[in-house]
């Protein structure tokens, strides 16, 4: 061995430490609050990654705009996950180490949330997360309240998906899930709550991704003479199956969720093969102006509705309830304060506002409720949200809303 | 500041465990194998599960490491003999089955929620100890391996396993079977990634079967080849490279801010490629390599 | 009944991608003798190239033949830059070397498209009953392609002088460099048929399920079983492979697990290298 371990060691240190050594100069100063958009720009979730962080720094340059949040502006500092939960968890230590922000947005799939939830539990911070796991709830990963997510839950979204079959007036439900927590986290939610009923499904299936066919799946399922196939699955998978299954002929319908069936699925297949299909989706709220506010910045940004990613939307509605939280917490509020600040802007009491700029002027009058942009936004003693949900039929190549589900 | 650098000493050290045994197998017996994030999974869950059912923390550890040379036994019986890159599919395969079973297998292995939870090795002390302490075991082990190491390529053995890389005909016509050394060099190698495997899933607290994808196998190939194979200075310093490219990119926007964050992960994986091209065709022999050899 | 023939024609579907994969794994295997990692990332970018050409010609066909020439000109040059230097060095350095190309070549796709998923727009249309069994016509036209493919390949290799050529470097490259033959342009030949060769499959691929930056690599493992399953540099037996593979995928996994599907191609080429190493059709080479 030509050098020895704590040479290597002091080696390491020295690169990294001159590597970091601009960032530490201007540490803590009065006039910014630092937060990390934490995205997955690849793997599983590059579909959604990049939209979702250039929504994090739309927002923050909107807030900024408007005058800046309780006396100051955002500071963005945005990381890849790489939608991997080691790459995740040494992005996060990077963001609270060296960037020192006050708290982390958009974790997408569970993996990663409940990898860096630990690391924000420690230093303090609140994480914002896009991911349905129940376990993200609860302790031990939330034993400190500081996780909040943006995103229905499986279990709820499951129930959602049992409302919707049961008002539509199916009776043989059959499931198709993606191997993956969410995927299955979906379907075992829609079980759960179709038994609870009465019901009985007709035949699930599990499935691997990146299949030159799902035939096999397909057949297994529709050999048992389904009227609904309930999907847990993401965009590339349900193009291909909804491919196939339109090739057998079949004539039964669809439940999916919206993150899939989404404009782009109907553009990948055309109207005729996604005619009819029920797209469920925790309420973007189409009509609201929190929603034109956010698809205006995604069009810009992307040239894509918004509507085709949710989770930007998410992510959207993180930066402007952070920002009105630090708004109410007033001057100089250290994150603990602010982070308590968030079940009042956002919960179900208060004047209704949908953007930052409103929300901001409202907070001199009294308490408000932002309506976001995802949802309404209303958090629970979890930290969860319970949006209602919208049933989309797809009707000429486009999703158009029937009707709304509470559960 | 410190935490982040000592975060990254322990993963350093993680993947120096790995590449130590990956340069045992290819540095120094020529043996391809593709498969090593297998066995670093196998380690981990194993311990992992140990650990979440009551089992003590040393103890779990210990079997992570012993699983996953077990489990290293039945693929070298079948492919062991086989053409060096024949070995190298086949264990690219094998890794990809012991993935797919921990994905498929929910009842033992909780399946794709992952296992959250799994506890710290050193119960009871603050989060930083805890990361100083895991450091210190970290680097012990890695030491530790080192020093095997050296004892290994010093022995006998080493200078047989030296010959099966260099000449395997020479040596089966010296009436060795070189099978047999060759599958002690797997199990060995096995044994360090599940220890490997153990430590990671303790310090990072919750693993799910996405972690261990192929993708980390071949960032361990390309730290022991960058470095130089066969030298165990190469490989420590493989993986010095490895982790500094890794974690280093991250601040490359800072000084090159008009690299969108998009294209941040595609350059990452393309210089890994690029690295991996270059180095196997202008400096086969690493960083630290040996000019006299191959 | 029908439901089993249906499997079973998917099964060749998919087994017909793998086998164009296999077949340019065991070309380059047979003559330049090592496992080139790259095949799966050089029918990405031969998808990729059609998605382009079929933007601005506005015809699929002829967007696909530009794909084919964009993954025959990107083997040649990967041969050129990377593998040519390499030439006499262990096949591991090869190998290595077409991984680091994988994922370079990857990187490069997802720094160029993104890595939003793009479709070819084909008609999407209801089946035809054959025999009662429910049959795509894209599907035969797939099949079609995939056995002319193999077919002109054939004829390449058997029939053309520089096909005779190739043969002779697969069988015994010393023995053919005495006799005169010139390597170079047996490697230029081999590297653009097997480049188009992926293509090929790769846009078939694409046309059947999505185009992504990581659609190729995924199918590179099963790619592998097939060459290795039907005799390493036997081209008709990369393509048998394939099929064997594939159906055995579509019909297996209902009783396995679907989620063991990829599984299944792992465990068929363990059997082979097990039982018999050489392969469906190998001769018997220095597997052992």
Redesign the interface.
Same mark, same amino acid.
């Given at each position: 061995?030509?050098?020895n371990?704590r040479q290597?060691?002091a080696?390491?240190?020295a690169?990294?430490?001159t590597?970091?050594m601009?960032?530490?100069s201007f540490a803590q100063d009065a006039g910014v609050l630092r937060i990390g958009a934490l995205n997955p720009?690849?793997?599983?979730g590059?579909?959604y990654? /990049?939209g979702m962080?250039k929504m994090i720094l739309q927002a923050a340059k909107l807030v900024n705009d408007a005058g800046g949040a309780g006396g100051r502006t955002l500071e963005v500092f945005?990381? @890849?996950t790489?939608?991997? !939960?080691?790459?995740a968890?040494?992005?996060a230590?990077?963001l609270?180490?060296?960037n020192k922000v006050n708290a982390i947005l958009g974790t997408w799939s /569970?993996?990663i949330s409940?990898?860096v939830m !630990?690391l924000t539990n420690?230093a303090g911070i609140p994480l914002f997360n896009t991911s349905g796991?129940p376990?993200l709830s609860v302790a031990?990963?939330n034993e400190k309240h500081l996780g909040y997510r943006f995103q229905a839950t499986n279990d709820r979204f499951g129930r959602a998906f049992a409302k919707i079959a049961e008002k539509e007036g199916f009776k043989r439900p059959a499931t198709m899930a993606f191997?993956?927590?969410s +995927?299955?986290g979906n379907t075992e939610g829609f079980r759960k709550a179709w038994e609870a009923n009465g019901g009985e499904v007709v035949a699930s299936?599990?499935?691997?991704p /990146?299949?030159?066919?799902y035939?096999?799946?397909l057949?297994?399922v529709l @050999?048992a003479k389904p009227d609904v196939i309930i999907m847990g699955s993401y965009?590339?998978d349900t193009?291909?199956i909804l491919?196939e299954w339109?090739?057998?002929?079949e004539e039964n319908k669809w439940i999916i969720p919206a993150w899939a069936a989404n404009p782009?699925l109907a553009e990948?297949? +055309?109207p @005729?093969?996604v005619e009819g299909i029920i797209a469920v989706d925790s309420i973007s709220n189409e009509g609201s102006p929190a929603f034109a506010a956010y698809d205006a910045a995604y069009q810009e940004a992307l040239g894509q509705p918004g509507l085709s990613n949710v989770y930007a939307a998410m992510t959207w509605d993180m930066v402007i309830v952070l920002a009105l939280a630090m708004e109410a917490a007033g001057p100089g509020a250290d994150i603990a304060a602010i982070t308590a600040k968030l079940h009042e802007v956002a919960g179900p009491d208060g004047t209704k506002v949908s953007t930052f700029a409103e929300g901001k002027e409202a907070l001199k009058s009294g308490p408000i409720n932002y309506e976001g942009a995802s949802s309404v936004l209303d958090f629970d003693e979890f930290g969860d949200v319970t949006p209602d949900f919208s049933a989309s039929v797809f009707t000429g190549g486009e999703a158009k809303r029937n009707y709304i589900v509470k559960i | 500041m410190e935490a982040y650098l000592i975060a990254i000493g322990i993963f350093a050290g993680i993947y120096l465990l790995l590449a130590l045994g990956l340069n045992l197998q290819f540095g120094m017996t020529g043996l391809i194998n593709f498969g090593h994030v297998g066995f670093f999974c196998i380690g981990a869950y194993t311990s992992a599960l140990l650990a979440t059912n009551g089992v003590p923390v040393a103890l779990s550890l210990a079997a992570g490491g012993f699983a996953a040379m077990l489990a290293a036994w039945p693929l070298g019986v079948v492919s062991i003999r086989l053409r060096e890159d024949y070995f190298a599919i086949a264990s690219l395969g094998f890794s990809e089955i012991v993935r797919l079973v921990v994905t498929s297998e929910g009842w033992l292995t909780k399946g794709v929620q992952g296992i959250p939870g799994i506890p710290r090795i050193f119960p009871g002390v603050s989060s930083q100890m805890q990361s100083m302490l895991m450091f210190g075991l970290v680097m012990v082990l890695c030491l530790l391996a080192i020093l095997a190491m050296r004892r290994i390529v010093k022995s006998p053995f080493g200078r047989m396993i030296e010959a099966i890389r260099d000449n395997e005909e020479a040596v089966r016509s010296l009436g060795k079977e070189p099978a047999g050394f060759k599958m002690q060099v797997l199990l060995l190698g096995s044994l360090l990634a599940g220890v490997a495997g153990g430590l990671y899933a303790h310090y990072i607290g919750y693993i799910s079967p996405d972690q261990f994808i192929p993708f980390i196998t071949f960032q361990i190939w390309m730290a022991i080849i960058m470095g130089g194979v066969g030298r165990i200075s190469g490989t420590v310093a493989g993986v010095i490279i490895l982790m500094t490219f890794l974690e280093g990119s991250r601040f490359l926007r800072d000084v090159a801010p008009f690299i969108p964050e998009v294209a941040m992960a595609s350059i990452r994986l393309g210089v890994i490629g690029l690295a991996l091209m270059l180095f196997t065709i202008y400096r086969p022999q690493g960083l630290m390599g040996d000019y006299t050899k191959r | 009944m029908t439901g089993f023939a249906e499997l079973l024609f998917s099964g060749l579907m998919s087994g017909l991608i793998i086998g164009l994969a296999g077949l340019a794994v065991t070309l380059v295997f047979g003559i330049a003798r090592f496992s080139n990692a790259a095949t799966g990332d050089t029918m990405t970018l031969g998808a990729y190239g059609a998605l382009v050409g079929s933007a601005f010609t506005g015809s699929v066909i002829l967007g696909s033949l530009i794909g084919l020439a964009a993954g025959a000109l990107a083997s040649v040059v990967s041969y050129l830059l990377v593998f040519r230097p390499l030439q006499g060095r262990s096949p591991i350095s090869s190998l290595l070397a077409s991984i680091g190309l994988a994922f370079f070549i990857r990187a490069i796709i997802g720094l160029v498209f993104g890595h939003d998923q793009n479709v070819f727009q084909l008609d999407i249309v209801r089946p035809i009953k054959f025999a009662g069994i429910r049959i795509q016509p894209n599907d035969l036209k797939f099949a079609a392609v995939a056995i002319s493919t193999l077919a002109v390949v054939f004829i390449i290799l058997h029939l053309t002088p520089i096909g005779r050529r190739m043969r002779a470097v697969a069988d015994n490259p010393l023995l053919a460099k005495v006799s005169g033959i010139s390597p170079r342009p047996v490697m230029l030949a081999l590297w653009s048929i097997a480049g188009a060769v992926s293509a090929i499959a790769g846009i078939i691929l694409g046309m059947k399920t999505v185009v992504s930056p990581e659609s190729g690599w995924e199918m590179l493992l099963p790619a592998f079983a097939a060459a290795v399953l039907g005799g390493i540099g036997h081209p008709i037996g990369a393509i048998v492979g394939g099929l064997l593979i594939g159906v055995a995928q579509e019909l297996a996994t209902p009783f396995v697990g679907f989620t063991y599907k990829i599984a299944v191609s792992f465990i068929v080429l363990l059997l082979v290298l097990l039982i018999r190493p050489k392969g469906l059709f190998g001769r018997s080479e220095g597997v052992r």
């Open positions: 061995m030509k050098f371990r290597t060691l080696g390491l240190t690169l990294l430490g590597a970091a601009p960032r530490l720009i690849t793997g599983a590059a579909p990654g /990049s962080q945005a990381e @890849d790489q939608t991997q !939960p080691q790459a968890v040494l992005a230590k990077k609270i180490e060296v /569970s993996g409940l990898a !630990p420690e796991a376990a031990p990963a191997n993956n927590a +995927g299955i299936v599990v499935y691997e /990146s299949q030159p066919s035939r096999a799946e057949q297994k @050999d965009l590339a193009t291909v491919r339109y090739q057998t002929g782009k990948a297949l +055309g @005729d093969v | - | -």
